[in-house]
């Protein structure tokens, strides 16, 4: 399933990216590629398969890493990539009147 340039900018604009007309074209081939192995998957006969209420209700525990304490992020590095930002904290529009 090809993704024309418009829908790579209505997901681009949905998602607040801003992409160059190269990145465009270039989103437009991998999202391609992704939708056409979900159409693939889709393919699957699946009829004799049980169906599960999660990933790892088969009995299999997930795999977790030890819980062990890190150093926190300093407020600089946490802000590092924040578009706006007032103090130590992100600044984010107003949404409540």
Request: charged share 25%.
């Amino acid at each position: 399933m090809a993704l024309s340039l418009d829908e790579v900018r209505r997901v681009a604009r949905l998602a607040h990216l801003r992409l160059s007309p190269e990145e465009e074209v270039a989103l437009a081939g991998q999202l391609s590629a992704i939708l056409d192995h979900v159409a693939q998957l889709g393919e699957l006969d699946v009829s004799q398969v049980e169906p599960m209420t999660h990933a790892l209700a088969a009995g299999d525990a997930a795999p977790l890493r030890p819980d062990e304490p890190w150093p926190c992020l300093t407020p600089e590095q946490a802000l590092a990539n924040a578009p706006a930002r007032q103090g130590t904290c992100f600044k984010v529009p107003r949404i409540i009147e």
